[in-house]
């Protein structure tokens, strides 16, 4: 395999995986649906009681509670995408396109690239339009250009990691129902975590938990980047999240590919 | 009369000019379950090889480890003149495969499948419209070339599904019971296919259940049996194994086998799922059930 064909061949993947989506834009129209629906909910109907137990200055208001949602939603929305990309996944293995790919003198790495790079695509696309609604319901930041780019950085980070694991999902789910229901864990766990309410407030266990869980610390240091805050620790930890959970994602993602022999 | 089992090994050096699939003492189990137990066979350049065998016979674990998809546990297997295990890209850069259940991008048109193969298999631009065109005219499906495949018919699909593995010029395809479940019409539509690709000096290996096809097709048949060949032959020799006159391969399948072949009912192919990745073994005890 010429080294030009894998940048090719993959280019030809991502085509068809944008195509995907111009074709049923309906699906990715639903993927951020979810987010919003979330945001709104927790802004408007639980926001007024959750931003007065927020440890603020004299309690807080609906408006705060909203700076303090809006991270976390956003990683709720890489969340969401990714869903879509175990279904888009377990589409082609269980439809056995997958199977014809690999019978061609196709690298492996060419045809995965699609589904990976065509995700990212679509997160960006979604944040564009979480960032927007935020703003539009009062969402402001104090944070400079700096702090933006390193929240961008890092949202990418994770959309690509995310991206890696939820395609070993679907490769692993044998059905699309599967697929599209195993990565809601990763819709539930920013709920139990610091995103929606601080964890001091939460009883000892469960507080344990959400502190030292990835979702934390990437929605602390989301938080800190976009607030104008320094960051501390908690990006090593962000950073580090990431990195293993892509890491864990690639090398699941290449063995449930096949075991066909390494070219 | 070339009827024997592993006993008697037949099979020429792998090497051989002239041989586009050569298949030595090839084993596969998944756990405990032998799959195939050691099968040999030749397919020569431009011949039809079918593969005859009921459901869980191994036919499309066969077909999976020849295009490279499975490995074998053991043996040896060349296809196009190379090891699958040791060059399965330039294998897989010769072969084609169509499977039993159609392998099509439901989500693009007729036409944006076709050309989706053409770019993956590097053919230049013009080269690959005018191959496309070419193939929707041939199969009978330009009219609905620029609908999405979802929403094609079952036999459409079919087509299309077998135009897509010939439109990247395989020199070797794979055709796994590609005729299941069609009406006899797009039967004979395949069969035409089949015999236009063997005259350009094309190879052929498919598996089938129904025996009229590997008589109307293939210059040999192995008879597969719980992963070994039970027989092989030219139709003819097999035929003239059976005792009396007026023989079908069905008679040829119960005297070399002492049970009959038919497994499935012709109106569900969706039963006819053989042992494939990971999947549970079809149960081998179900041939036995239906005589003729």
Same mark, same amino acid.
């Given at each position: 395999?010429?080294?030009?064909?894998?940048?090719?061949?993959?280019?030809?993947?991502?085509? $068809?995986?944008?195509?995907?989506?111009?074709?049923?834009?309906?699906?990715?129209?639903?993927?951020?649906?979810?987010?919003?629906?979330?945001?709104?909910? !927790?802004?408007?109907? !639980?926001?007024?009681?959750?931003?007065?137990?927020?440890?603020?200055?004299?309690?807080?208001?609906?408006?705060?509670?909203?700076?303090?949602?809006?991270?976390?939603?956003?990683?709720?929305?890489?969340?969401?995408?990714?869903?879509?990309?175990?279904?888009?996944?377990?589409?082609?293995?269980?439809?056995?396109?997958?199977?014809?790919? $690999?019978?061609?003198?196709?690298?492996?790495?060419?045809?995965?690239?699609?589904?990976?790079?065509?995700?990212?695509?679509?997160?960006?696309?979604?944040?564009?339009?979480?960032?927007?609604?935020?703003?539009?319901?009062? !969402?402001?930041?104090?944070?400079?250009?700096?702090?933006?780019?390193?929240?961008?950085?890092?949202? #990418? #980070?994770?959309?690509?990691?995310?991206?890696?694991?939820?395609?070993?999902?679907? #490769?692993?789910? %044998?059905?699309?129902?599967?697929?599209?229901?195993?990565?809601?864990? #990763?819709?539930?766990?920013?709920?139990?975590?610091?995103?929606?309410?601080?964890?001091?407030?939460?009883?000892? %266990?469960?507080? +344990?938990?959400?502190?030292? +869980?990835? !979702?934390?610390?990437?929605?602390?240091?989301?938080?800190?980047?976009?607030?104008?805050?320094?960051?501390?620790?908690? %990006?090593?930890?962000?950073?580090?999240?990431?990195?293993?959970?892509?890491?864990?994602?690639?090398?699941?993602? $290449? $063995?449930?590919? %096949?075991?066909?022999?390494?070219? | 009369?070339?009827?024997?089992? *592993?006993?008697?090994?037949?099979?020429?050096?792998?090497?051989?000019?002239? /041989?586009?699939?050569?298949?030595?003492?090839?084993?596969?189990?998944?756990?405990?379950?032998?799959?195939?137990?050691?099968?040999?066979? /030749?397919?020569?350049?431009?011949?039809?090889?079918?593969?005859?065998?009921?459901?869980?016979?191994?036919?499309? /674990?066969?077909?999976?480890?020849?295009?490279?998809?499975?490995?074998?546990?053991?043996?040896?297997?060349?296809?196009?003149?190379?090891?699958?295990?040791?060059?399965?890209?330039?294998?897989?850069?010769?072969?084609?495969?169509?499977?039993?259940?159609?392998?099509?991008?439901?989500?693009?048109?007729?036409?944006?499948?076709?050309?989706?193969?053409?770019?993956?298999?590097?053919?230049?631009?013009?080269?690959?419209?005018?191959?496309?065109?070419?193939?929707?005219? *041939?199969?009978?499906?330009?009219?609905?070339?620029? *609908?999405?495949?979802?929403?094609?018919?079952?036999?459409?699909?079919?087509?299309?599904?077998?135009?897509? /593995?010939?439109?990247?010029?395989?020199?070797?395809?794979?055709?796994?019971?590609?005729?299941?479940?069609?009406?006899?019409?797009?039967?004979?539509?395949?069969?035409?296919?089949?015999?236009?690709?063997?005259?350009?000096?094309?190879?052929?290996?498919?598996?089938?259940?129904?025996?009229?096809?590997?008589?109307?097709?293939?210059?040999?048949?192995?008879?597969?049996?719980?992963?070994?060949?039970?027989?092989?032959?030219?139709?003819?020799?097999?035929?003239?194994?059976?005792?009396?006159?007026?023989?079908?391969?069905?008679?040829?399948?119960?005297?070399?086998?002492?049970?009959?072949?038919?497994?499935?009912?012709?109106?569900?192919?969706?039963?006819?799922?053989?042992?494939?990745?990971?999947?549970?073994? @079809?149960?081998?005890?179900?041939?036995? @059930?239906?005589? *003729?």
């Amino acid at each position: 395999m010429m080294p030009t064909y894998v940048v090719r061949d993959s280019m030809t993947m991502l085509r $068809r995986n944008l195509r995907h989506l111009s074709r049923y834009p309906s699906l990715a129209v639903m993927l951020i649906a979810i987010p919003v629906v979330f945001l709104l909910l !927790f802004v408007y109907v !639980f926001g007024g009681t959750l931003g007065a137990g927020l440890p603020v200055h004299g309690g807080g208001t609906r408006a705060d509670y909203l700076t303090y949602l809006v991270p976390g939603i956003w990683i709720m929305t890489v969340s969401s995408v990714a869903n879509g990309t175990a279904v888009a996944v377990a589409i082609d293995q269980t439809g056995g396109m997958f199977a014809r790919f $690999r019978t061609m003198d196709i690298s492996r790495v060419s045809v995965l690239a699609g589904h990976v790079l065509g995700a990212v695509i679509r997160t960006v696309l979604a944040l564009a339009v979480m960032i927007v609604v935020a703003v539009l319901l009062g !969402f402001r930041s104090d944070a400079g250009l700096p702090g933006w780019l390193g929240a961008a950085g890092l949202v #990418l #980070l994770l959309a690509f990691s995310f991206t890696w694991l939820t395609v070993a999902m679907g #490769l692993a789910a %044998g059905s699309i129902e599967t697929a599209s229901n195993t990565p809601l864990v #990763l819709m539930v766990l920013p709920i139990v975590s610091s995103g929606f309410v601080p964890t001091e407030q939460m009883p000892v %266990g469960l507080r +344990q938990f959400a502190e030292h +869980q990835p !979702f934390t610390p990437i929605i602390e240091t989301l938080r800190s980047l976009t607030s104008g805050a320094p960051v501390a620790s908690e %990006g090593w930890f962000a950073v580090g999240w990431c990195v293993v959970i892509g890491a864990v994602g690639y090398l699941w993602s $290449r $063995r449930q590919l %096949g075991r066909v022999p390494t070219r | 009369m070339t009827t024997s089992n *592993r006993a008697a090994p037949k099979t020429p050096p792998v090497s051989a000019p002239g /041989t586009a699939i050569a298949v030595v003492g090839l084993r596969k189990s998944f756990g405990d379950h032998h799959v195939l137990g050691g099968v040999d066979l /030749t397919v020569p350049v431009g011949t039809v090889y079918a593969l005859l065998g009921p459901n869980g016979a191994g036919k499309t /674990t066969m077909v999976n480890i020849l295009s490279t998809l499975l490995t074998a546990d053991a043996g040896e297997v060349r296809v196009a003149g190379h090891d699958v295990r040791r060059a399965p890209g330039q294998v897989r850069s010769a072969i084609g495969v169509t499977g039993q259940f159609s392998a099509i991008d439901m989500f693009l048109t007729g036409r944006e499948n076709l050309r989706l193969m053409a770019d993956l298999s590097h053919l230049d631009r013009r080269g690959a419209a005018r191959d496309v065109a070419a193939l929707l005219e *041939r199969f009978d499906l330009v009219e609905a070339a620029d *609908r999405r495949a979802l929403t094609w018919s079952g036999g459409m699909r079919r087509r299309l599904d077998l135009a897509m /593995t010939l439109i990247t010029r395989p020199r070797v395809i794979f055709l796994d019971e590609p005729t299941t479940g069609l009406d006899p019409r797009s039967r004979r539509e395949v069969w035409d296919v089949v015999r236009e690709q063997v005259a350009d000096g094309v190879t052929v290996l498919l598996t089938t259940q129904y025996l009229e096809e590997a008589d109307a097709l293939a210059d040999r048949v192995g008879v597969l049996d719980a992963g070994t060949l039970a027989a092989e032959g030219t139709p003819g020799e097999l035929k003239a194994l059976v005792p009396g006159d007026g023989t079908n391969l069905d008679d040829v399948f119960l005297a070399l086998t002492g049970h009959a072949a038919s497994a499935v009912d012709p109106a569900d192919p969706t039963g006819a799922v053989a042992p494939a990745d990971g999947i549970a073994p @079809t149960d081998l005890t179900e041939k036995e @059930t239906t005589a *003729r």
